[in-house]
Each structure stands twice: as C-alpha cells, then as structure tokens.
Nanobody
C-alpha cells in the first residue's frame, strides 16, 4: 500500500504561482511512476503531468505545457508540481497518483493509488 498526501493548494491571482507537494508513505516510493490529475467543478478528472520512477520521459497535458513542471525527490518520497502563469481555468482539485508502472503514463486507469486532493483556485 502507498499513502499519498497532497499539500500546497490555495487561492492565487491569475499570473501567479503555486507549488504542490505530494508526500508518499508505505511501499518503496522510488519504484512508482507518479502523476498529477485535476478535476474542475462539473468536469471529468483530467491528466495534468506524469514522471517516471527514475529516467525516462515526463508528460504534460497540452493545456499546461510550458507553465507547469513535475519533479520528484525520491530521497524525500515527494513529488512536486510547480505551477506558473496560472489561469482561472486551472482552478480545480488537484490529485496526486502513483502507478506501479516504472514509466510515466497519462492513463488514469494505470494509476493504483490516489491522494485526497488539494484545492487550487485562481482568481481573475
């Protein structure tokens, strides 16, 4: 089992920045690919970014490319999502997820563990 706890959400003005963190506990964190997803009110949950367990490609949704950066610190069992140039349409609950796959994946059904989410609200 892996437990995931997100933090760092909040209210920010458009154009601002936030850094989300996801702390993992339980089974060996470094063996998991990690991802961030988000769900806006009245919408389906959608992929945001993913990172492999070590080497390999990271992936981003087109809507966040160039603005968001996913990274991980395996020594701290933590994955981050740096969000810059935030827009009102980035407002959502952001979820951290862990996949038993070693490579990053954009597919929600390939993630095995999920956090409870953290709210990000971007005001115009």
């Amino acid at each position: 089992q892996v437990q995931l706890v997100e933090s760092g959400g909040g209210l920010v003005q458009a154009g601002g920045s936030l850094r989300l963190s996801c702390a993992a506990s339980g089974r060996t964190f470094r063996w998991y690919a990690m991802g961030w997803f988000r769900q806006a009110p009245g919408k389906e949950r959608e992929f945001v970014a993913a990172i492999p367990w070590s080497i390999g490609s990271t992936y981003y949704a087109d809507s966040v490319k160039g603005r968001f950066t996913i990274s991980r610190d395996n020594a701290k069992n933590t994955v981050y999502l740096q969000m810059n140039s935030l827009k009102p349409e980035d407002t959502a609950v952001y979820y951290c997820a862990a996949s038993l796959r070693l490579k990053a994946t954009m597919r929600e059904d390939e993630y095995n563990y999920w956090g409870q989410g953290t709210q990000v609200t971007v005001s115009s």
